[in-house]
T-cell receptor
Framework: GAVVSQHPSRVICKSGTSVKIECRSL??????MFWYRQFPKQSLMLMAT?????????EQGVEKDKFLINHASLTLSTLTVTSAHPEDSSFYIC???????????FGPGTRLTVL | DQQVKQNSPSLSVQEGRISILNCDYT??????FLWYKKYPAEGPTFLIS?????DKNEDGRFTVFLNKSAKHLSLHIVPSQPGDSAVYFC???????????FGQGTTLQVKP
């Protein structure tokens, strides 16, 4: 399967700081990447669709000013959690799919803990 | 509104037997369905998928069945192995948007 990486794998930060998470497709180009969030013992919830070269589209209830998404190239999307608070602590996962295919491949996830 | 549902939170199966995981969906616009396997603190791993134009897709020990009229899909694993123990998520998408909607997951335990 395709390889998608995320960095960092774990991050602990103080409340009020901003955290950037990178998602890279290593062996293919992805015009669209997706960002998900998973709280303990819950399903993966889609946060936003990251579109290369244009603005991200956010799901209902997700604050676009809090979760900044940049998709500057066909292999990299970044999610920045701004002014993080303890309730933002979660497991953030990105996914990407090859052009003209429906299967998405997921990164290993980033565990964010906000103190 | 839970568009994709996995009503069984857990399933326990003996090694060598068949594991059947079920998934129901409500949105008739979904045209592509996937199963993922997930371990704690890791990203989901793609297992198998099926397009809405098919009713069955097989890959080794994994078979996915789709019943469009019932809006139901299932994943069969046979024979089950202890290494199959994990959380299994079904997901559905519409090819126009590409967005995946996930079910709640089913924890499979395969006992030796």
């Amino acid at each position: 399967g395709a390889v998608v990486s995320q960095h960092p794998s774990r991050v602990i930060c103080k409340s009020g700081t901003s955290v950037k998470i990178e998602c890279r497709s290593l062996d293919f180009q992805a015009t669209t990447m997706f960002w998900y969030r998973q709280f303990p013992k819950q399903s993966l919830m889609l946060m936003a669709t990251s579109n290369e070269g244009s603005k991200a589209t956010y799901e209902q209830g997700v604050e676009k000013d809090k979760f900044l998404i940049n998709h500057a190239s066909l292999t990299l999307s970044t999610l920045t959690v701004t002014s993080a608070h303890p309730e933002d602590s979660s497991f953030y996962i990105c996914s990407a799919g090859r052009l003209y295919t429906d299967t998405q491949y997921f990164g290993p996830g980033t565990r964010l803990t906000v103190l | 509104d839970q568009q994709v549902k996995q009503n069984s939170p857990s399933l326990s199966v003996q090694e060598g037997r068949i594991s059947i995981l079920n998934c129901d969906y409500t949105n008739s616009m979904f045209d592509y369905f996937l199963w993922y396997k997930k371990y704690p603190a890791e990203g989901p791993t793609f297992l198998i998928s099926i397009s809405s134009i098919k009713d069955k897709n097989e890959d080794g020990r994994f078979t996915v069945f789709l019943n469009k009229s019932a809006k139901h899909l299932s994943l069969h694993i046979v024979p089950s192995q202890p290494g199959d123990s994990a959380v299994y998520f079904c997901a559905a998408s519409n090819s126009n948007t590409g967005k995946l909607i996930f079910g709640q997951g089913t924890t499979l335990q395969v006992k030796p």
